[in-house]
């Protein structure tokens, strides 16, 4: 079962635009962390923030939390060609490691 | 090696024939799993060991589906009597230790005909 749900499932930008997606969760989470996937293979970690943590910078991407809301939000600032990829939330939640993941947006940026 | 392995890289099987899935995870690395993609899907959770014990199978799809690690390294997902539904990109990450990235192999592609 998917523990998040991205939204746009697909987004299409020009280079140089920022791209802003969303994940939502239904279970409390211990960090929640974002993916990113090229080529439908292998997935590249992008980004970690703790349930206790609210936005976390790294570079050209910016994550905000909001565990009221059991949200996130990535920003992708300076969108380039070579963000053009899948983007997934995952969730680490339970008493043990269970990480799962969310049904991914697919970003298209146009150069 | 310095990341996750996966083996065989690509595998096509004949329906009801049972096939076996490697995945050789990071040095040190006590966690382990795998997941299932569909073709333009998200993944789906399928085991999580932590060391050579599987804390939730929950996402095994049937029984036809089993996996065993050893020496909290290689883990294996086997499965049996393959089925057309089960053609996928099969993933294995590995981390350590609580709350660290996952890392990722380049994953199996199955296809069953």
């Known amino acids: 079962s998917q523990q998040g749900e991205e939204d746009p499932q697909a987004l299409s930008i020009q280079e140089g635009e920022n791209a802003t997606m969303n994940c939502s969760y239904k279970t409390s989470i211990n960090n929640l962390q974002w993916y990113r996937q090229n080529s439908g293979r292998g997935l590249v970690h992008l980004i970690l923030?703790?349930?206790?943590?609210r936005e976390k910078h790294s570079g050209r991407l910016r994550v905000t939390l909001d565990t009221s809301k059991k949200s996130s939000s990535l920003l992708i600032t300076a969108s380039r060609a070579a963000d053009t990829a899948s983007y997934f939330c995952a969730t680490d939640s339970g008493g043990y490691q269970k990480v799962t993941f969310g049904t991914g947006t697919k970003l298209q940026v146009i150069p | 090696g310095a990341g996750v392995s996966q083996s065989p890289s690509n595998k096509v099987t004949e329906k009801g024939k049972d096939v076996e899935l490697r995945c050789d995870p990071i040095?040190?690395?006590?966690?382990l799993y795998w997941y299932r993609q569909s073709l333009g899907q998200g993944l789906e959770f399928l085991i999580y060991f932590q060391g050579n014990s599987a804390p939730d199978k929950s996402g095994l799809p049937s029984d036809r589906f089993s996996a065993e690690r050893t020496g909290g390294s290689v883990s294996t997902l086997t499965i049996q009597r393959t089925q057309q539904e089960d053609s996928a990109v099969y993933l294995c990450?590995?981390?350590?230790?609580?709350?660290?990235?996952?890392?990722f192999g380049n994953g199996t592609r199955l296809t069953v005909t």
């Open positions: 040095s040190g690395h006590t966690a």
């Open positions: 990450a590995s981390s350590f230790p609580r709350e660290s990235p996952l890392h």
């Open positions: 923030i703790r349930s206790n943590e």
